[in-house]
């Protein structure tokens, strides 16, 4: 059985980190904390969320786009694909759906 590797960390370099803060803060509805000059902590970053549409509605309005809307993969997992102010690809996943590898 081989381990499998746990996520620890996610760095995604901005170049306007004020900006990056406010769009995640308003697209996930919570808002981290400023844990240095060039570092922005969400505690409870997940992409996975509880109200994908809500999520949804809110990342234009925070000032991503929306690169497709909700679809469902094969595997069940609800989820769209959007674009943080800076261009970065991003995808929120509703969380009822999380695709983990393993069929229930």
Not at 53 to 77: C, F, L, N, Q, Y
């Amino acid at each position: 059985m081989q381990n499998t590797p746990t996520l620890f960390r996610v760095i995604l370099p901005v170049p306007n980190i004020v900006q990056a803060a406010a769009f995640y803060g308003d697209a996930l509805g919570i808002h981290g904390e400023r844990v240095s000059p060039g570092r922005h902590s969400f505690q409870y970053l997940y992409f996975a969320v509880s109200n994908l549409e809500a999520t949804r509605a809110r990342v234009p309005t925070a000032g991503g786009t929306i690169d497709a809307d909700i679809e469902t993969m094969p595997g069940g997992e609800r989820l769209f694909y959007a674009r943080d102010p800076f261009g970065s690809r991003i995808s929120f996943v509703d969380e009822r759906t999380c695709f983990t590898g393993r069929q229930a």
